[in-house]
């Protein structure tokens, strides 16, 4: 019997309820933003949210996860070293000509 959890952030793993935030790390222009949530609030990444730019309801139903870290030269993750990057193939990085 699978059991169907409400989807708000007190019970998704990702919830941090000591500082109050989502740990889905959101790019934006350059910057990693963790946006600050309640343990009541819905699920920001299913529900449609008002973007003050475009002026209409979007939602994040083409989010991507991408992974990275840095291994040494023994391919241990590490502090320093070379940094690794994983994604979707759908996300495979297009080449530009001049």
Known sequence: ???????????CQLFNS?????????LHEGEKIN???????ACFFEEPYFNPIT??????ND???IKMWVEDEHG???DKGTVKI???LELEPQK???
């Open 96 to 98: 530009y000509s001049d």
């Open 35 to 41: 946006i600050p949530v309640d343990a009541e609030d």
């Open 18 to 26: 000591t500082e109050r935030r989502c740990s889905v790390v959101i």
């Open 86 to 88: 994983q994604y979707p």
């Open 63 to 65: 989010i991507k996860e």
């Open 76 to 78: 241990n993750k590490s």
């Open 1 to 11: 019997m699978v059991k169907n959890l409400e989807k708000i952030c007190k019970n």
């Open 55 to 60: 002026r209409t309801n979007e939602t994040f």
